[in-house]
């Protein structure tokens, strides 16, 4: 019989699973009803967290070369959905922005992304809505208490070793 510890580890990972092949699921039905690459939703949520990007950034972001980055771009300024100008600075490198049609279609899939979380919301009785509230506010806290390593760290990111405290590099 597995102990407490792997068996809440065995509930997570089933609902992580479950979780991203909805999210997933719905993200990539939007792309494709849109007419989108999975490349092309990903140059626009890396556009739309930087504000302003380069082709080679997009590239880089992306694993693609500079060439391969900017015909994808292209296609997404012929769908009005980022803007191509040049950089004052450096007349050779071009600078990339989501226009207002960018940021909506950003909004769009991300709500595509997460709105099946109302659905399951409300299949809950209030009481276990709260119950589910409760546990996901404490394993947030938990995960934002540890760093990259696994370690716990304080809110001012000291890692907490046994009872004694040092600053993480």
């Given amino acids: 019989m597995p102990n407490s510890t792997d068996a809440l580890i065995a509930a997570l990972q089933e609902w992580i699973g479950v979780s991203m092949r909805r999210s997933i699921r719905n993200f990539i039905l939007y792309a494709k009803q849109n007419n989108m690459s999975m490349s092309q939703v990903g140059a626009l949520f890396q556009i739309h967290r930087q504000h302003v990007c380069s082709v080679s950034g997009i590239g880089d972001g992306l694993g693609f070369t500079s060439a391969a980055a900017s015909q994808m771009l292209d296609r997404l300024v012929e769908q009005a959905l980022v803007e191509r100008t040049e950089d004052p600075n450096d ?18 899939s991300i709500h595509a992304h997460q709105n099946w979380f109302g659905e399951l919301a409300r299949s ?30 304080t809110r001012n990111g000291d890692a907490l070793i046994g009872e004694e405290r040092r600053d993480v590099v």
Avoid at 91 to 108: F, M
């Fill in 124 to 153: 809950l009785p209030p009481v276990e809505q709260e119950e589910v509230r409760a546990a996901l506010n404490l394993l947030t806290e938990k995960a934002k208490q540890l760093d990259d390593s696994g370690r716990r760290v």
């Fill in 91 to 108: 007349r050779r490198a071009k600078k990339i922005v989501l226009t207002e049609k960018g940021r909506h279609v950003v909004q769009q």
